[in-house]
């Protein structure tokens, strides 16, 4: 199996994506994620434009790295300035890795009319600063920037500046479709070009401004380039970089080349989501391999040929990815596959049973309303139930109030009574919390824990809010989605409403008396198990 | 110009989306949208599987379309079933459009383990039924189901079925990457083989699996297709369909095909949020040409080079597609940028001013507490003016209250009592809302309506919650963003807090503020004027 080397720049080009801002634990806890990984490069930031950056260098000298290579990244050195007196350059030698990715401008345009100086000391900005780290024994990447535009605009000026980082020693080419704007036939056929003209090996860095990104690097690889260059999630200014969570499985899967070990290949999702809570952007669920609904089959007759053979609707099993498979529901999703997640729950039902269509029309007035059961799967677990009337009462909620004042201070802005009633004992307790719905889910728990000290084993994971119909602004309807474990499991709950309290207390109660259920059924089932092994003995 | 034909199934394979579902009212305000902005092909349901999509060519029937033609979807008859008796094909055929697509298998595998019937008899299946409807009069677009996973399979029987749908008649062939697992270089070899073998017109319809959907229908059209078929923003099953918002730009703009008329592509950001409001999915922002972040520049070398010349890290001007320019601010923008926009707001401040400082740690430490000033220019520009002490004081708010009770009922599930002093004057009022922000909106507006009248002008456009600290459950910080608009300006403000409540009274009173004091600065203006009127006359 071909190597191709995996040059991650999440830590430097990721973080120029708008929203994206990574502080020096963060940067410090995705060095040691990527290195676990298996990428050969991490580029980690530029200390000469960045002082955080030159803070996460002092710092992640402390790790000690067992795949990657550590990487900063940095401009040649300015026009007319010796190179050991530049101050980008010190920065970049003081930040002390192995590696040094060192750009320069390779468009004629960009030499004349952005940074404005001659195209012959451009020329030698680049050879001597690749000369200067290669005297100082670092490995030294040469981004060619704008390589594509500058070959269309000067072609024999781009080579140029090749040719100046190749005298200077640089260890790889990398050629940059900074601005994102070349197709992916352009592409193949100026890197063929380049791996023909240049012993140096070749690298690939492209952005998705034509939505091409991951279609380049994959035409760069095949045309003979050995290093790709990208972000997880695609992360990245604009448009964002190329996205090396599509990239790694499509080469390592389907060109059988070697990116990363295949057992960090069965993390891959997981990773997508890891970046994806750092980065504090909630991963796109149509992202190829990873995103939650990459796998997720929605048509009649879709679900119906993956029942018969996976192979029929997806490219590759999703497990080789570390995503999962899942069923939706809709009004194209056709009754069979909504009456195999129903009989999930009531195994007893069949295609004819009446008790199918009343569930089924509950369901849809529920959609209509801006009900999703996709991703809440107690929340239809109990539609289900309650529509059998299979549900037993778990606890009443008598009356509940909330009240938020504008003495905010932290940890207490809110208040909540709630008053319940659980096998004909009521009770009524106050909490309050961060805000009204902490307040309210503080309040229920504690009411309800004198019950069902159970209660104490499951907490929340996560709280979702998305306004629904925002052409009403303040009025608009709210879903809420919750997630909740015990530990064990994680279960999904779902609420709508105009009003956000009200959604949150359906999510929320739906939580609790989903657990309740569930925990009902274990202790039944270990009871079970206790009396056949007393029979046992 | 060679002209590419747009075949758009939006809203019927773009439905099959998670998430994504349109009422009849949508479809029909989308097949508006779709003619007028130009396509040629609207693919709008398949009537045979979704009852819904019958209802919908009923009512499409009193549109007059300018543009397009209307498509019904299906596929061929059943097995040992005589055509004219198949339930699919009569539904087709109800559904009463100019053009129908019929998808028929192309891949053996599927033939045999999927719909199981014989090789023979679906080359049957595709010859009867384009023959059926070709006498019928339409015009039949042929769909061969997974046709490039079909050809690696068994290449000479996924011919077959292309000749099978020739024999009966189509007007179209068009290569379908149903699983989206093939590769740009794959794909343009088979079209270009497919081309050369027939004279029927080829399409191309990708999937984005491999995140190559939109390189794969480009390689299609530089190998001889002439018709692409996608969706608008992607939508799709799974990863997506090919994005239209991306293959029209990429392919009009670069490479000299007529695919929508010129005064559309300028209109295409605007489609592409339509779409997105209509589907009630946020659009992603870094979504090339028509997102957001789409020509936002955050590195501080960029935003130079752009200020210099925007085709320095632009690869088109932004105008073309409707689209607009953005700077960003944060650590890697560099000084320069963030002091561009505060001399936006205070023009007569220098680098030097030592109040640019005080501004910039403001800024830096609210930045920290989860505040983002991208899309928040209200919250900005008041940010700036407080710290320089140059904002009057509109209003003072004493003292605030919001209720929630359990008693939901439509309309009024919160009531809101508010305080507030304006001039010496103090004035209480209260409000009921659908929930706690909208009740305290109205309490908010009623109290101040009274010393600022002109706030009845302004309006709230688009309420936005996120959780930015999921970790942290119902306690986590959220960040609220609000778009107001006074009916010719619009500008968003934000707020973040641990608690709803509050974060979102910050985005209101800030939004409020934002407005009184751009009005008196208009009001002023006007004032000039007429004074300088009244010493012309």
Redesign the interface.
């Known amino acids: 199996m071909r190597k191709i080397y995996v040059f991650d720049t999440t830590l430097r080009d990721g973080?120029?994506?708008?929203?994206v801002?990574f502080t020096v634990a963060d940067k410090l806890k995705i060095t040691k994620k990527l290195d676990e990984f298996g990428v050969d490069f991490i580029e980690a930031g530029?200390p000469g434009?960045?002082p955080?950056d030159m803070a996460y260098f002092e710092e992640v000298k402390k790790l000690r790295l067992r795949n990657a290579k550590l990487t900063a990244f940095g401009?040649t050195r300015r026009a007319n300035v010796a190179v050991e007196e530049d101050q980008n350059v010190t920065a970049l030698l003081k930040a002390d890795t192995p590696v040094v990715a060192i750009f320069g401008k390779s468009w004629d345009?960009?030499v004349t009319?952005?940074i404005r100086t001659t195209l012959e000391e451009n020329l030698n900005m680049i050879r001597d600063t690749v000369a200067f780290f290669k005297e100082k024994g670092k490995e030294v990447v040469f981004d060619a920037e704008h390589f594509f535009d500058g070959l269309k605009s000067n072609p024999i000026y781009a080579m140029n500046a090749l040719h100046a980082a190749c005298e200077g020693g640089a260890d790889w080419l990398v050629l940059c479709d900074?601005?994102?704007?070349t197709?992916?036939?352009d592409v193949?056929g100026i890197v063929k070009t380049v791996v023909k003209r240049f012993d140096v090996p070749v690298g690939i860095h492209s952005h998705?401004?034509?939505?091409?990104a991951?279609?380049?690097s994959?035409?760069a690889v095949?045309a003979g380039a050995v290093q790709v260059q990208g972000t997880v999630n695609?992360y990245g200014?604009?448009?964002?970089n190329a996205?090396l969570c599509?990239i790694i499985p499509?080469l390592q899967l389907?060109k059988q080349l070697r990116l990363v070990p295949d057992s960090s290949l069965c993390e891959l999702a997981t990773l997508a989501r890891y970046f994806s809570?750092l980065a504090?952007k909630s991963l796109?669920?149509?992202?190829?391999?990873v995103?939650?609904?990459?796998?997720?089959?929605?048509?009649?007759?879709?679900i119906?040929?993956v029942l018969?053979?996976t192979?029929?609707?997806?490219?590759?099993p999703p497990e080789l990815v570390g995503n999962s498979r899942r069923m939706?529901m809709?009004?194209?999703a056709?009754r069979s596959s909504i009456l195999k997640r129903i009989q999930e729950v009531a195994p007893w039902l069949s295609k004819e049973s009446p008790e199918v269509q009343d569930i089924m029309n509950r369901l849809k007035s529920l959609?209509h309303d801006g009900y999703?059961f996709?991703g809440a799967e107690g929340s239809f677990d109990l539609v289900v139930r309650r529509t059998l009337g299979k549900l037993r009462q778990f606890f009443q909620?008598l009356?509940?109030?909330?009240?938020?004042?504008?003495q905010?201070k932290?940890g207490n802005?809110?208040t909540a009574v709630i008053k319940v009633e659980v096998n004909g004992e009521q009770e009524i307790t106050a909490a309050e919390?961060?805000?009204?719905?902490?307040a309210m889910?503080r309040a229920l728990r504690r009411a309800l824990e004198l019950f069902y000290p159970q209660l104490l084993k499951m907490?929340?994971?996560?709280?979702?809010?998305?306004?629904?119909?925002?052409?009403q602004?303040?009025?608009?309807k709210?879903r809420v989605q919750?997630e909740s474990t015990d530990g064990e499991r994680v279960w999904g709950t779902i609420g709508v409403?105009?009003?956000?309290?009200?959604a949150?207390?359906v999510a929320?109660t739906d939580s609790i008396e989903y657990f309740l259920m569930e925990y009902e059924k274990d202790m039944a089932l270990t009871k079970e198990n206790e009396a056949w092994m007393e029979g046992a003995v």
Not at 15 to 19: L, V
Not at 237 to 240: H, K, N, T, V
Not at 311 to 316: D, G, R
Not at 433 to 438: A, E, I, K, L, Q
């Open positions: 973080a120029q994506g708008e929203g801002s530029n434009s960045n955080k401009s345009f960009h009319q952005i900074t601005n994102g704007g197709f992916p036939a193949a998705n401004d034509c939505g091409m991951v279609a380049n994959i035409m095949m695609g200014e604009r448009c964002g996205n599509t499509n389907k809570e504090n796109n669920e149509y992202e190829p391999y995103g939650n609904n990459a796998f997720a089959h929605k048509g009649g007759m879709h119906d040929g018969k053979n192979a029929s609707f997806e490219h590759i939706l809709s009004e194209v056709g959609e999703q996709e909620v009356d509940f109030t909330v009240l938020a004042e504008n905010w932290e802005s809110a919390g961060d805000g009204p719905v902490n889910d907490r929340l994971l996560d709280y979702k809010v998305r306004v629904i119909d925002t052409q602004a303040t009025a608009a709210v919750i409403s105009t009003n956000i309290i009200e949150s207390w929320l």
